[in-house]
């Protein structure tokens, strides 16, 4: 390690020592005319001339030209081209103005930028303008339904919580699925920091939590091999590249001020019967069942009423930004504090970002990216804990009361008084993130710099929980502290040159090496003399002490090589070799690449680019190969676990199978595509791509017969194969209205090619870990739901039917009766956005989507509990058998399956397709005639959100939300739920000034 | 070609070769198996975390006792667990994920056992008296865990003479090379538990050097003693049994020993505030508390138990209980063997003397013609214990049955119940063909997850 950055410094401080002596080098700075944002690859020449370079990633070049030259010429697709005379000082900065018929977008590609019209990755940017001012706690919200091919699930309503994202179908089975987040260059830290709290393993907080959205100018999805392998052993679940905002050069200092208010409520809950109702059902059901009826108290509590409330958001931001010709900056801060719509669920915000680029001259510049945040929440908890405020209001039996008769708090047990929980004690979080980096670079001759870039990422969650006498007689408390530190540096040498007029070649050469530590404790007591004491320390017996740590290192090497001729064919190659500590010694290094070529056909002489139907066309093609490193940090070693104890002493105990062979997997992808500009006003991209990746990482099942329940393996293939659109229109557009629509669809289709030998019933292969309903199937999808099949209740009989396998009915199904009954991954999403401009006012909608999955909801299995006295019940089931002829939705009372109707079947499967209202935006933009007379107000917008106002879903659906994937971050387990909060439907209300 | 190039591809040619030892970490709360068994000290936390392994909720935590408590008769399960109301209500389906877990503990236990068996032989620095000792406490925890997994898994003995398919039999370290096996018998199991029960009780002293909480010689004895009582092999019942009571141990006096450790106790693993098998889903204290001490409140007296100690309301047998609010929010009877639901210290009460006495007196009174007048010994010193007349039965079978009524009001709470009903070819429950003696249901279905994993297991049927 230290030998290479050595060798790097030398690198560099030769460079510096070396100058140019008989050409004179002309520096500067290519940025766009109207937003002030830089230019890459911008072609630049000498008038007259014939070589020439290119513009980096941040606008600058560096050329060396003959004595005599006085003039350079930009040209650029999509802008207006310009020639500029050299002035004395050899600097020239420029600002292009875009040519309305072409694509003049810039997009963030890995370790770059590139014109969109010039690259050939398949790449999905959504920027600031897309999510501005909308309630969302965690950055991956912003992606939903935003990007094609992206699919993006909440796991629950909780503020702060996990989601499930899959970029092209995801590449894993039980490796982490995730794509990489890198923000501005610093790949992020995304583990688990949080106690679960009764959400399923690893589906704790979000760990990008503290990652504020209000920084964020754009967030760009790398899709394709040829986008992705340059991030090599961690691409191929897709790459989400987040650049935060920054100033412009030579621009006045320009304030920012925002404010929002609103209010939030759940979309919908589960139905349950009050306790008059309960108490009534229970009576008919024992007397029907010959069974004597217990005297239930005659008491009444609603709890779920008494734990939803109205949600409160209060969200302050403020920035400022600007530069002069050689710095350029960017200060913002956020403050924002949420309460959720369930007691006891809180979330307030401090984080402030500095950006800062500085030209210590024409050759030499340096830059500052910095985030610091601070998140604490007011946990409750999630899903599958009885501790949870609505999973506990759902199942509490409605004649239990919090209060005894002198109004104290009763401890009413494992389904626990949760009014009283939140009332009484605290379950809190304070998370702290630093992220940033720093940079050098360096102009060694024309065209050829060099780049070194530190970051950190450092993350520390910390958690207190206390629980007062009542509910732990003595009370109980914990600490848990979760910390991830990483640091890297990323090096690398990129040289532009343009040969003979129309050859222009761009190559990129980097070294990175990263490494992180995960440190985590958890202190655990039991015993305060008060209530009135909340620190571990006073608890008289600990229970846990417990302290882990673990680290990973990445080492690569990378290079990229692009070649354009004349503006219509673009070729790039990638290739890119990582070394990781987390695999086995045998593979402890890979090597991934990519090949990738485009046309641009609107720039060949035959092609009328002044015709009215379309004025560009671009077809891509890439092929190539990247990896997913999300395992556990030593899985290849075979292991005992220290740390536990008997009788006073330690013990260990066999934790881990060893696997020498363990490495990536390897995900191939092909990707073709078309960019057309068309009617002048409509922006379209389609994509194919077909992915298949191979030596699949599963935590593979083992007979329990073994000690074990499973090891990380290299195995099986799966394919993703898919369809993107995105479609960009300008409608109408005259001086006082305007309208604008954006839609974006992916169709994904995921199909599992082989699994290790494990077949079931047809004799297909099948992998099946974390869920008892969803499994993989070759042949199938990753998710597919694997049931017994429900038929209904029979009108003649009662009795509730399910299906045999061969098809026939019965009322005693068995689970060799299972069959597939649908998939958790959906046949398409995407999202569809209308924004129309009238005089002073926008009016915006936008709608995401999902169809053709299944959720599971299988907390009905609780609430649809037929024949159980242990908690509440859905009033669904008051709707039972009583007269043949009846098509009702529960058995006759005493039918024999009435203990088994609430197994798992079908019936807890159900159609997740929805479509929502995700946001509606209404905003006046005060006119500039009246901010002219304020001499100091520039810009003044007040506006009304409104969040998941409306969602269109199957009628049947019973449950409180189509949109949940409860497991987070799993694979294997989507589309399930147990209690998940459902989304909140909020209203916001703002005022946005400019100064 | 200009200096500066040359330096450039040469720097970077140069940083291309690799720095293997900035990738070779190691992680810092494990040890490999290499270092584990190549040191007495930590070969010795190995055998502890055998010990470990058996304080599991899933196999001397408590669960499989409640369900042998709850499908017997002695209890009314009345929480929420969705997989354990299958089971009372003999409707269980073969997904039931605390059975799959419970499979697994077991199997822990076993190759757990396995590895201590086949590594401690090689530990340098161990005395031949100190493996031997390491390998018998390993031989009786596995066949304790095959004991209990028969009970479960398969029909008893009682019902085909242990023809019946029983559970797989591992023995063979596992070394990381998978092997699917199939169901021995009933009767192979058990042979291979006597087997190992035999060599322990050899192998092992009569008191642990590192004190209470470990298998001893009397242990050993002990549980052969179950195993043949539950085989009905009586003569072999009636030495194990005896050669257990020779050991260090008395009778109790009083019902005061059940949160402490005592001479009643032959093996209690032992349980602790900081150390013990309770988790969010149960455990001792948890399971038979009710809800105000902080219990989950799931498992009261049922009806039928209470109408047994109500024959005789004096006993204090009966006194050891509490009354609280039960997990459906009625207010019921607890047990309070298992005081402690806050900190969840209670030891689990693995072998008590008083057991081996009652498997004496089962034993004698079956062998014998005539009334026993050792069993019926047996029988008033635990009837006086509880503050009770002594009876005088007048025949073999009236010898017997007080004996079982004994056993059932001493060990309740303990685990003993549906075995004792299955023995004596009882039915679990009125009026269901599958909690009939030989019912489907009466048993455990060999998990889904390990039927798909292992083709060679042959499910129950009727799952």
């Known amino acids: 390690m230290k030998r290479k950055l050595l060798a790097f410094l030398l690198l560099g401080l030769f460079a510096i020592t070396s100058a140019m002596a008989q050409n004179k080098t002309i520096t500067g700075r290519v940025v766009g005319a109207d937003d002030g944002l830089p230019l890459p690859g911008v072609s630049v020449r000498v008038k007259g001339g014939t070589a020439g370079t290119t513009t980096g990633a941040d606008g600058n070049f560096s050329l060396n030209a003959p004595g005599n030259a006085s003039v350079l010429s930009f040209t650029y697709i999509g802008f207006v081209a310009q020639e500029v005379t050299i002035g004395a000082n050899n600097r020239v900065d420029v600002r292009l103005v875009t040519d309305a018929k072409q694509l003049s977008e810039v997009v963030v590609v890995g370790y770059g930028a590139q014109s969109r019209a010039l690259s050939t990755q398949s790449v999905s940017t959504v920027n600031s303008e897309s999510f501005k001012n909308q309630v969302v706690v965690s950055p991956q919200q912003v992606l939903q339904g935003q990007a094609a091919g992206v699919n993006m699930v909440n796991s629950s309503g909780i503020l702060g919580a996990s989601s499930f994202i899959t970029i092209r179908g995801g590449s894993s089975l039980s490796a982490g699925g995730q794509p990489l987040y890198v923000i501005d260059g610093v790949p992020l830290n995304t583990g688990n920091y949080t106690q679960e709290q009764g959400a399923p393993t690893g589906a704790g907080l979000n760990p990008l939590l503290n990652i504020n959205a209000n920084d964020i100018e754009s967030m760009t999805v790398l899709k394709d091999a040829a986008a992705v392998s340059i991030y090599g052993s961690r691409g191929s679940n897709g790459v989400v590249l987040i650049k935060t905002k920054s100033g412009a050069n030579n621009s006045a200092t320009k304030i920012n001020v925002d404010y929002y208010t609103g209010t939030s409520k759940p979309t919908d809950i589960l139905k349950y019967m009050t306790a008059d109702q309960w108490r009534n059902f229970r009576r008919e059901y024992l007397t029907a069942n010959g069974t004597a009826v217990p005297a239930y108290p005659t008491t009444s509590f609603d709890w779920a009423d008494a734990v939803i409330r109205t949600g409160i958001v209060n969200n302050f931001n403020a920035n400022a930004s600007g530069g002069d010709e050689k710095t350029r900056y960017f200060v913002g801060g956020t403050f924002s504090d949420e309460s959720g719509y369930t007691l006891g669920n809180d979330l307030e915000r401090l984080s402030g970002r500095f950006n800062f680029n500085h030209n210590i001259s024409d050759k030499l510049r340096f830059g500052v990216n910095y985030n610091l945040a601070r998140v604490n929440s007011d946990r409750i908890g999630a899903e599958n804990s009885t501790y949870a405020p609505l999973t506990a209001a759902y199942l509490q039996l409605p004649y239990v009361v919090p209060y005894d008769a002198a109004g104290n708090f009763v401890n009413t047990g494992f389904v626990q008084n949760v009014i009283g929980l939140e009332e009484t004690g605290f379950n809190k979080l304070n998370s702290v993130r630093n992220t940033g980096n720093a940079y050098g670079e360096f102009d060694i001759t024309s065209g050829l710099t060099f780049k070194t870039d530190w970051g950190i990422d450092n993350v520390l969650f910390d958690e207190k929980y206390r629980e007062v006498d009542v509910f732990t007689p003595g009370g109980y408390g914990y600490i848990s502290r979760r910390g991830d530190n990483k640091w890297l540096t990323q090096n690398t040498l990129s040289y532009n040159k343009i040969f003979g007029q129309k050859h222009s070649f761009s190559g990129l050469l980097g070294y990175s090496f990263e490494k992180a530590r995960y440190t985590s404790g958890l202190f655990e007591g039991q015993g305060f003399a008060s209530d009135d004491l909340p620190n571990i320390g006073s608890a008289s017996t600990p229970l846990t002490a417990s302290e882990t740590a673990q680290e990973w290192a990445l080492e690569s090497q990378f290079a990229r090589l692009g070649y354009t001729y004349d503006d219509k064919y673009l070729f790039e190659g990638t290739v890119r070799r990582d070394g990781s500590s987390r695999f086995g010694q045998n593979n402890k290094y890979g090597t991934f690449y990519a090949l990738s070529g485009g046309w641009i056909l609107s720039n060949e002489s035959f092609f009328n680019k002044d015709s009215k139907f379309a004025q560009f066309l671009k077809l891509t093609a890439s092929y190539g190969t990247s990896g997913n490193d999300q395992i556990g940090y030593y899985d290849y070693l075979g292991t005992f676990a220290a740390g536990e104890a008997y009788n006073d002493a330690s013990a260990s105990i066999p934790s881990r199978v060893a696997n020498p062979n363990l490495s990536w997997e390897e995900t191939a992808q092909f990707d073709i595509g078309l960019t057309t500009r068309l009617f002048n006003a409509v922006d379209l991209q389609v994509n194919f791509y077909n992915k298949e990746t191979s030596g699949l990482l599963a935590s593979v099942p083992y007979p329990y017969t073994t000690g074990f329940a499973s090891a990380t393996q290299n195995v099986g293939e799966m394919r993703n194969r898919g369809w993107e659109f995105t479609i960009g229109s300008q409608n109408f557009k005259t001086t006082n209205f305007s309208w604008n629509t954006s839609f974006n669809i992916g169709f994904n289709k995921n199909t599992v090619l082989s699994l290790p030998e494990n077949k079931d019933e047809n004799g297909r292969n099948f992998l099946q870990i974390g869920s008892t309903a969803q499994r993989a199937i070759v042949g199938e999808s990753r998710n597919t739901f694997y049931v017994i099949k429900y038929k209904g209740i029979n009108p003649a009989t009662g009795d509730a039917e399910w299906f045999k396998k061969d098809g026939s009915v019965t009322t005693t199904p068995v689970q060799a009766d299972r069959v597939i009954v649908g998939k958790a991954d959906p046949d398409f999403t995407g999202g569809f956005t209308n924004t129309f401009r009238y005089k002073s006012f926008d009016l915006s909608a936008f709608f995401n989507f999902a169809y053709g999955n299944k959720v599971l909801i299988d907390g009905l299995r609780f609430t649809e509990n037929f024949g159980t006295g242990s908690y509440n019940k859905s009033t669904d089931l008051l709707n039972y058998w009583k007269a043949a002829g009846d098509n009702a939705f529960a058995p006759r009372l005493n039918s024999p399956t009435r203990l088994t109707y609430h197994q798992l079947s079908s019936n807890q499967v159900q159609d997740g397709s929805y479509a929502r209202l995700k946001t509606v935006t209404l905003g006046y933009n005060l006119p500039e005639s009246v901010l002219a007379k304020s001499k100091v107000i520039r810009s003044a917008r007040i506006y009304a959100l409104g969040q998941n106002l409306l969602t269109i879903q199957n009628k049947d659906f019973r449950g409180p939300d189509p949109e949940v994937s409860a497991n987070g971050a799993n694979n294997l387990v989507m589309g399930e739920s147990f209690f998940a909060l459902p989304q909140a439907k909020s209203w916001t209300f703002g005022i946005n000034l400019g100064f | ?463």
Request: glycine share 6%; hydrophobic share 40%.
């Open chain 2, 1 to 463: 070609m200009k200096l500066k190039y040359i330096i450039a591809i040469t720097a970077f040619a140069f940083s291309l070769s690799s720095c293997e030892d900035e990738l070779a970490l190691t992680p810092e709360q494990d040890l490999t198996e290499e270092v584990i068994f190549n040191n007495a000290s930590t070969a010795k936390s190995a055998v502890l975390g055998l010990y470990s392994t058996a304080q599991t909720l899933e196999f001397q935590g408590s669960m499989p006792q409640l369900i042998e408590e709850y499908m017997g008769d002695n209890v009314e399960f009345v929480g929420s667990f969705p997989t354990l109301q299958e089971l009372r209500d003999f409707t269980t389906v073969s997904t039931n994920s605390s059975i799959r877990d419970l499979w697994l503990v077991h199997y822990r236990v076993v190759t757990r056992s396995n590895k201590i068996i086949a590594k401690i032989g090689a530990v340098p620095g161990l005395t031949q008296a100190e493996k031997d000792q390491y390998v018998g406490e390993a031989k009786f925890m596995r066949a304790l865990a095959y004991l209990q997994l028969t009970n479960l898994f398969a029909q008893p003995f009682q019902v085909s003479g242990g023809t019946n398919l029983g559970v797989p039999l591992v023995l063979e370290d596992f070394t990381g090379e998978i092997t699917y096996p199939s169901r021995a018998t009933v009767n192979e199991v058990h042979a291979q538990i006597k087997k190992d029960l035999t060599e322990a009780a050899a192998a092992l002293p009569p008191t642990h050097p590192d004190g209470v909480g470990r298998a001893t010689k009397g242990a050993a004895n002990a549980l052969l003693a179950r195993i043949a009582l539950y085989r009905e092999e009586w003569a072999d019942a009636i030495t194990a049994a005896r050669a257990a009571i020779a050991g260090p141990y008395a009778r109790a006096t009083d019902y005061t020993f059940y949160d402490k450790n005592t001479s009643e106790d032959v093996l209690a693993i032992q349980n602790s505030a900081v150390d013990n098998g309770r988790t969010g889903s149960g455990g001792w204290a948890s399971y038979f508390s009710p809800t105000n001490v902080s219990g989950r409140g799931d498992a009261p007296f049922s009806a039928s138990l209470t109408a047994a100690y109500n024959a005789e309301p004096a006993d204090k047998r009966f006194a050891l209980k509490r009354t609280g609010t039960a997990a459906d929010g009625l207010s019921r009877v607890f047990t309070n063997k298992f005081p402690d639901a806050v900190t969840n210290s209670d030891n689990s009460p693995t072998i008590r003397i008083t057991e081996v006495y009652l498997i004496l007196a089962e034993a004698l009174a079956q062998t014998s013609a005539l009334p026993n007048a050792e069993a019926i010994g047996i029988v008033n010193y635990f009837r006086n214990r509880a503050g009770l007349l002594p009876v005088a039965p007048l025949t073999k079978q009236a010898t017997i049955d007080a004996v079982l009524l004994e056993r059932r009001k001493e060990l309740a709470f303990e685990g003993f119940r549906r075995m004792d009903m299955l023995r004596y070819k009882q039915n679990l429950r009125a009026g269901n063909p599958l909690a009939a003696f030989g019912g489907q249901k009466t048993i455990l279905p060999i998990p889904q997850r390990e039927a798909d994993n292992n083709k060679n297991l042959v499910p129950n049927p009727g799952f």
